[in-house]
């Protein structure tokens, strides 16, 4: 006799390129899915900043969204749920067992971090790419899902779905992070290795802009602050230390980084925009700065919006991840390894 | 109420430096796992083929046999147990739930595989750091464990406690790998980065073998059959293709070598022995061979000891794992993680 399969509900707060990269992601794998964990899903609820709401506790069409979006680009016309005042209002309605929050960075935290706590205060498993409220809301959430059993995952807020967080749960048993060092920005890299190549920094930008890796305001990544939440965040899960961004000494570039990139070429060195952090007496120090590193060492081989994290430990001595020339399917797929990792 | 502690019995097979160093690692991590998965754990049996065997059912005093090993260097007078006439009596009359096996590296397979074969038919879950086994006989043992409801891992097989097989497993959920492609041998590579640095071919040689890293005779490092048999039970666990060692088109290194790295120097590129795999037409082929490397390849970057994996995945991208300049506790590191890994 087959096992009945389990049935289980989504709700999606955002829905830009990772949401719907993520939703055919879903649907790609709806029959591995079902395989190894005898589940059947679907998505009762997506609610947007500009592209309206929608619930349906049926299961919404999400291959009729997916195929009609860049005709319409609105949720509204497939409700067939309640009307919902607020995102506080849609997560308490929408039916879902877990909530995938991937709502417009904001590094202050906030409202991703309300909406995050609301919904794990309402008992549903949240899965989040979003490194703001996790960096500056970290102990009060993840204690908020101890509290109410269930889990808070958050793989995609750094380096996407490169396996970080949990690598370091489930293949580094028993280790202690002594120190940690990568590149964990794009749109910086990007410019620095474009720079090396002698085009400008306003030209490099300009690409960057073009090709929507970086934002309208850059300055979040030109000043180091994506940096810095990305390090705060593994911080906080891997070192166990409580360093939020604004603790962390920051440094970022600028149209000056060009003399500066030329002169480290010449003495056949390379620069590039570190994040590392280390423990000193008691305490862990975050840093993000520029760093002239020599021609080997495996930084310096990041470029591009390749991405690299070196974590020091003691049972494995140094141990790599490098994510090669990641697209939205990557951040896509960081959600959905962990879904997988919270159905284990 | 505190919950009555899980008894747990390991037997060894091999006790060179491997040995115990992992014997020290449990030693250390003996709260972590009472605390973590409420285990306690003696080790019942050790068998060597130099050193002697010893068995106790109450478990042996390992603190006391690695406290004189350098005095006595042998375990019969630690036998409280029957005499064993053969390993096959060892894995028998040991008492043991888990056997790890550490025995000397042969590539043809034997003994080794026959001591794994032994103790998975008896109902050993079963973990090694032996390569020439689990390449040679992947399927027949990885089916009988099957069979016989037990595990079989081997994480320590590949760029020793790295997490690879066990990373794949765990953190990147119903991904194809397309091809992947690494610096596997570690003897291979010293000797090439140090011939980069005007060191002769004799020299490095002769440094490797002084500080135990190529053996007495290193023709397994330098013929590239060690990085044949790793990249041969990559394909078997990671690509699901039966490629045996001598499947795999194999070069390797030789004092002739120096001048091919020297001109490659000169028009800064550098030269790696590659192991690399890719799917053809429905097969996987395997190759080992030296590539001359564009300076900014992760892969040129590698020196030393240090060894680095390249997964080329459809749901990931390019993602790579790099071990920086490992020791035998890596190793030892290696059987730890996979113990986790069967606990969990």
Redesign the interface.
């Known amino acids: 006799m087959e096992q009945e399969p389990r049935q289980i509900n989504f709700a999606f707060i955002g829905f830009g390129h990772v949401g719907r990269a993520f939703a055919r ?1 879903l649907i790609d ?1 709806k029959k ?2 079902l395989k ?1 964990f005898s589940l059947e899903w679907k998505i009762t609820g997506i609610s947007t900043k500009n592209h309206g709401t929608s619930i349906n506790h049926e299961g919404l069409p999400i291959k009729k969204i997916l195929g009609s979006w860049k005709r319409h680009s609105n949720l509204d016309h497939f409700n067939e749920g309640p009307a919902c005042s607020s995102q506080t209002d849609f997560i308490r309605q929408c039916g879902a067992d877990v909530l995938f929050e991937m709502s417009v960075l904001d590094l202050s935290g906030g409202p991703a971090a309300t909406y995050i706590r609301e919904a794990l205060g309402a008992g549903l498993h949240v899965v989040t790419t979003n490194k703001g409220p996790v960096a500056t809301h970290f102990l009060q959430l993840t204690k908020l899902a101890r509290l109410r059993g269930v889990k808070f995952l958050y793989e995609g807020t750094v380096m996407d ?3 970080i967080f ?2 370091v749960r ?5 280790t202690r992070i002594k120190s940690l060092r990568g590149i964990l920005n794009s749109t910086t890299n990007y410019i620095l290795t474009q720079m090396e190549q002698g085009t400008s920094f306003e030209s490099a930008l300009e690409y960057a802009r073009n090709v929507g890796l970086a934002e309208a305001d850059p300055s979040l990544d030109l000043e180091g602050w994506d940096s810095a939440a990305k390090l705060s965040v593994l911080i906080q899960a891997l070192m166990g230390a409580r360093v939020k961004p604004k603790d962390i000494e920051r440094h970022g570039i600028s149209e000056e980084t060009g003399r500066v990139v030329r002169a480290a070429l010449r003495r056949d060195r390379r620069l590039r925009l570190v994040a590392r952090a280390y423990r000193q007496g008691g305490r862990v120090i975050g840093k993000v700065e520029l760093q002239e590193l020599e ?4 930084l ?4 591009g919006l390749s991405n690299i994290l ?1 974590l020091n430990t003691d ?13 939205v ?2 951040t896509a ?1 960081a959600l ?2 962990d879904l ?1 990792s919270l159905l ?1």
């Open positions: 992601l794998r591995w899915l190894e779905g490169a396996p949990n690598m489930l293949n580094l048993p028993a021609i080997f060492d495996p310096a081989s990041i470029r070196v049972n494995m001595r140094e141990l790599a991840i490098i994510e090669n020339n990641p697209t399917d990557q797929f959905f390894s997988v284990q």
